[in-house]
């Protein structure tokens, strides 16, 4: 009989609801306008979006406006606005806005609605508010937005620095652009204490079930997956792996799993890196290879081929991984490989 042994990514689209939920509760007055860029995170817009839509969500961000021309085959009615607006009218309508962060592009924009992203201390992309002097009042500016950016780590003294910007910026703006609504919180600012009056929030990671940085995240919704495809005895003393970069201390029984780096699994993960398995965390031995891993269950006797070991999910956050990788959540979901197996429950 064959069997698929590819990686699988599981994602659990009740969960997804439930964090739109969630959030929604977080800040009732501002419309949710969810972060769809990169493919939704990595986890699959074609399938996150619709439920976003049931979810009464319309306005959704992207990075480049050829994301949101993919797009808008799965939200036909949805408005996308674009974070990473190239100048020119070329691309954008209605459906798909420009968020402009030179006040040139701004002044010498005449294609319809538009939004604008302002400078709060990022020095990022935005323009600074006195960029804005002389400017007339214009109504096809819809968006004001302005983005934190120490927002994943609530004991930082810049956030509360940066929304007195905000304030300023939503005082400064409201009569140059009467029709805007005004967006300050990605997920870290909707998790911490200090909220502002805004319009709108835009989340990204939250939704998707992993931390912005020292908050605690809301329900999981992905969970990564990889096969034993075998199942071995190495003697004491000898070495597992490319470079042999790890040597068995004592009889050991070694599981390869299917997946490596470029799945995704940072190298770093290397003699260090924890997967799920045989009921119980297990350490990935040796090298990091580009398909596959060596994970030592000399302790978790029962561990058979085809069996499926986490690599994150309910069993392992996301968030502890990438810790020991010395990356981020982000990082992670945004790295999982177009081979990967992709399963979508509504549990
Ligand atoms: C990606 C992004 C967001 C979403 O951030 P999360 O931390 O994923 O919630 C919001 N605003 C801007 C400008 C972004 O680039």
């Known amino acids: 009989m064959y069997e698929d042994f590819r990686p699988r990514l599981t994602v659990d689209l009740g969960a997804l609801r439930r964090n739109l939920k969630t959030v929604r509760q977080l800040r009732p007055q501002a419309e949710l306008m969810p972060v769809v860029k990169a493919d939704c995170y990595g986890l699959g817009a074609e399938q996150l979006l619709p439920v976003m839509m049931e979810e009464d969500c319309s306005t959704f961000f992207v990075a480049y406006p050829e994301e949101a021309t993919v797009l808008r085959r799965v939200a036909t ?24 962060y030179r006040a040139d592009d701004l002044r010498a924009w005449s294609g319809g609605s538009c939004g604008v992203q302002i400078e709060i201390g990022m020095n990022r992309l935005g ?29 930082s003294a810049r956030n509360e620095e940066q929304r007195t910007r905000f304030d300023e910026i939503v005082r400064g703006l409201q009569a140059k652009f009467p029709k805007a609504k005004f967006s300050l919180s990605s997920t870290g600012n909707l998790m911490l204490e200090g909220v502002r009056q805004e319009d709108a929030v835009r989340p990204g990671i939250g939704l998707y079930g992993a931390s912005p940085g020292t908050q605690d995240p809301l329900e999981p919704i992905a969970t990564l997956e990889a ?34 780096y470029a799945d995704g699994l940072p190298r770093s993960l290397e003699n260090s890196g924890k997967v799920w398995l045989g009921n119980g965390q297990r350490t990935i031995v040796g090298a990091v290879s580009m398909d596959l891993i060596t994970v030592d269950v000399t302790d ?17 956050a996301v968030d502890a991984l990438a810790r020991e990788a010395g990356t981020i959540g982000y990082e992670l979901f945004t790295s999982i490989h177009g081979r990967t197996q992709r399963v979508y429950t509504s549990g």
């Open 300 to 316: 978790a006797p029962g561990v058979k081929v085809g069996e499926w070991a986490e690599i994150f999910g309910p069993n392992l």
């Open 77 to 100: 009615t949805g408005v996308f606005y674009v974070f990473g607006a190239a100048p020119g009218t070329g691309p954008y309508n209605e459906h798909c806005r420009p968020l402009h």
């Open 227 to 260: 096969r034993v495809l075998s199942v071995h005895d190495v003697p004491a003393g000898e070495r597992v792996g490319y470079g042999g970069r790890w040597t068995a201390e004592r009889p050991s029984v070694i599981a390869t799993l299917g997946t490596g």
């Open 127 to 155: 323009m600074r508010l006195d960029e804005l002097e002389g400017l007339e009042p214009r109504e096809d500016v819809k968006l004001v937005l302005a983005h934190m950016s120490d927002a994943s780590d609530e004991h």
